[in-house]
């Protein structure tokens, strides 16, 4: 089988991205507009082809050279704390970034293989129906396994202090100190996907994609 064609865009530090390789022959493109974080990634992953771009416009450019596609767009417009938080220190409500609900419209609509849209649990209720999983939601065109990780509950249990950044270190197989960016990097930290998770759901999706290819094989 050719390799598998993958775009990972907002790609940060590629938390979802980590474990893809013990799953099949793959070739990732991934996109970061945070040149820092894209550094980090490209030393990470030495494979992949790292884009310093907006994820959003090459989306809409170059979503039909992939086979898997993966996003987890920027969420604190999103998330249930930053709603809470309104008022703390002069912090001002903000808009949502609606940039989330057109990639999973447009996925929906335009895309031909699969993809999964990953993102917090939001203040409001979803625009669009998602598969929850844990303290996140999944906008994607497969049904996604019930349990996706059983690390978070492990680490945890082994941790009292599951806010520190050596608890996230140790979580996530990264040293975040290496980061030297404008982002907060407890924050980023926290926000990077699980990797048992993420290589949960690209198996899932592979899963279909070969089945796909096999029933298109026997027909010709």
């Known amino acids: 089988m050719e390799k598998i064609k993958i775009l990972n865009f907002y790609a940060c530090l590629g938390g979802n991205r980590y474990k893809w390789d013990e799953v099949a022959d793959i070739e990732v493109t991934a996109v970061e507009l945070d040149t820092e974080a894209a550094r980090l990634y490209q030393k990470r992953f030495l494979s992949d082809i790292v884009i310093v771009a907006d994820a959003h416009q090459y989306l809409l450019e170059h979503y039909q050279e992939f086979d898997f596609i993966w996003s987890s767009p920027p969420c604190p417009s999103h998330s249930r704390a930053r709603y809470w938080g309104f008022g703390i220190n002069g912090k001002?409500?903000?808009?949502?970034?609606?940039?989330?609900?057109?990639?999973?419209?447009?996925?929906?609509?335009?895309?031909?293989?699969?993809?999964?849209?990953?993102?917090?649990?939001?203040?409001?209720?979803?625009?669009?129906?998602?598969q929850k999983r844990g303290r996140h939601l999944y906008w994607a065109n497969f049904n996604l396994p019930n349990q996706l990780s059983t690390r978070?509950?492990?680490?945890?249990?082994?941790?009292?202090?599951?806010?520190?950044?050596?608890?996230?270190?140790?979580?996530?197989?990264?040293?975040?100190?290496?980061?030297?960016g404008s982002q907060l990097i407890l924050k980023m930290a926290r926000n990077l996907v699980d990797y048992e998770a993420g290589k949960t759901i690209f198996e899932t999706a592979l899963g279909i994609i070969q089945k796909s290819t096999s029933k298109q094989l026997e027909l010709i």
């Open 152 to 180: 978070g509950n492990k680490l945890k249990e082994e941790n009292t202090n599951s806010e520190s950044l050596s608890h996230y270190n140790k979580f996530h197989d990264y040293d975040f100190t290496k980061y030297k």
């Open 92 to 130: 001002k409500p903000i808009f949502p970034d609606m940039n989330l609900y057109q990639e999973i419209l447009f996925l929906q609509h335009h895309f031909k293989g699969k993809y999964c849209i990953e993102n917090v649990i939001p203040y409001y209720e979803p625009l669009i129906p998602a």
